[in-house]
């Protein structure tokens, strides 16, 4: 085991579970570190292992759709400017791309979406309160390929059971993936959990709010694959 792999093993007994990331000191840009800066006071939400009061929070009553994992944030932003009737919180661990979010919604002017800069699922588990949520969106996790990197995976029973208790009755999960075992790994963990039904027979096609990226659209011309898997919480 690897130096970083000691410190990670170390850090997961500190937290008490397996993390899906491991941050490293990636370079963080002159814009990236000005907007994280300007932007966390007044768009970002800090952890605190205390359920959020979401209507104070966006000061409305609105859908809320919880996105796990926003990358460089260009997806969320764009969702979250289409579909200004709902409400966006964006998880990301990874200080350049919660800079580059933020970024967006400066740039776009944004009211609907907020970030939080935390493990996902201390904050599914600590800050969402039950039934409060109208959607979770899953796209692209980390694959984790290698066999014995796999218990890393975020889609795993325990986290679907707790997100489903997140989501009000007919609330969905949404994940996409472009690796087919991980793929196909969850669909069979979203098919176990009693609480959600899927909406297709298997996957489904790519629903029309969930933006096609640019990696995306150069692996589909490549003859890549992308599975998009869609379930919906039971009334």
Same mark, same amino acid.
């Given at each position: $085991?690897?130096?970083?792999? =000691?410190?990670?093993?170390?850090?997961? *007994?500190?937290?008490?579970?397996?993390?899906?990331?491991?941050?490293?000191?990636?370079?963080?840009?002159?814009?990236?570190?000005?907007?994280?800066?300007?932007?966390?006071?007044?768009?970002? +939400?800090?952890?605190?292992?205390?359920?959020?009061?979401? =209507?104070?929070?966006?000061?409305?009553?609105? /859908?809320?759709?919880?996105? +796990?994992?926003?990358? $460089?944030?260009?997806?969320? %932003?764009? +969702?979250?400017?289409? /579909?200004?009737?709902?409400?966006?919180?964006?998880?990301?661990?990874?200080?350049?791309?919660?800079?580059? !979010?933020?970024?967006?919604?400066?740039?776009?002017?944004?009211?609907?979406?907020?970030?939080?800069? /935390?493990?996902?699922?201390?904050?599914? *588990?600590?800050?969402?309160?039950?039934?409060? !949520?109208?959607?979770?969106?899953?796209?692209? @996790?980390?694959?984790? @390929?290698?066999?014995?990197?796999?218990?890393?995976?975020?889609?795993?029973?325990?986290?679907?059971?707790?997100?489903?208790?997140? !989501?009000?009755?007919?609330?969905? !999960? /949404?994940? %996409?993936?472009?690796?087919? =075992?991980?793929?196909?790994? +969850?669909?069979?963990?979203?098919?176990?959990?009693?609480?959600?039904?899927? $909406? %297709?027979?298997?996957?489904?096609? *790519?629903?029309?709010?969930?933006?096609?990226?640019?990696?995306?659209?150069?692996?589909?011309?490549?003859?890549?694959?992308?599975? =998009?898997?869609?379930?919906?919480?039971?009334?």
């Amino acid at each position: $085991m690897s130096g970083a792999d =000691d410190k990670a093993a170390a850090e997961e *007994r500190r937290v008490g579970h397996i993390r899906s990331f491991v941050l490293r000191q990636g370079r963080v840009s002159d814009a990236q570190r000005r907007f994280h800066e300007q932007g966390m006071p007044h768009w970002g +939400i800090p952890y605190q292992a205390v359920p959020l009061d979401l =209507d104070a929070v966006f000061g409305r009553r609105a /859908h809320r759709i919880l996105e +796990i994992g926003c990358g $460089m944030g260009e997806t969320t %932003a764009t +969702i979250a400017a289409k /579909h200004p009737q709902n409400d966006y919180i964006g998880i990301e661990v990874h200080t350049p791309g919660v800079g580059s !979010l933020l970024k967006e919604i400066a740039t776009r002017e944004l009211s609907n979406l907020r970030v939080i800069q /935390h493990d996902a699922v201390e904050v599914v *588990r600590d800050m969402i309160a039950p039934a409060s !949520l109208s959607g979770i969106h899953v796209f692209f @996790p980390d694959p984790w @390929p290698k066999k014995r990197q796999q218990k890393r995976r975020l889609i795993q029973p325990d986290f679907v059971g707790l997100l489903a208790t997140r !989501l009000a009755p007919s609330g969905y !999960l /949404h994940c %996409a993936t472009d690796w087919e =075992d991980y793929a196909l790994q +969850i669909l069979q963990v979203l098919s176990a959990e009693s609480l959600l039904q899927n $909406m %297709a027979n298997g996957f489904t096609p *790519r629903p029309p709010y969930r933006p096609q990226t640019k990696f995306e659209t150069r692996g589909l011309r490549l003859g890549h694959g992308v599975w =998009d898997v869609l379930f919906r919480r039971g009334t």
